[in-house]
């Protein structure tokens, strides 16, 4: 790769975020019935972690990482950390 697109990607990269996604489905008491999305998102240049019941919400938790929803910033929960991660 030239230089000049080396530090191009150097550049954007500068501006990227990462995201780790976990999705697992939570089975009723009735196995009958399909169990409900859950999971979690963690934004790995913070290390916050973000527990979500509705995949929908993946979107919005982006988002407020990328600037782009400064209105949901205040509606989108506090990160949770796991009990093992706390000291």
Do not use: C
Request: glycine share 6%; net charge negative; charged share 30%.
């Amino acid at each position: 790769m030239p230089e000049q697109d080396q530090g191009i990607m150097t550049y954007f990269e500068a501006e990227a975020h990462s995201f780790v996604v976990r999705l697992w489905r939570e089975n009723p008491d009735n196995s009958d019935e399909p169990g409900e999305w859950r999971g979690w998102l963690e934004h790995v240049q913070s290390g916050q972690r973000h527990y979500f019941r509705a995949v929908t919400d993946i979107s919005r938790i982006v988002a407020t990482y990328l600037g782009e929803a400064d209105e949901l910033a205040g509606q989108v929960f506090m990160p949770i950390q796991a009990e093992d991660d706390k000291e």
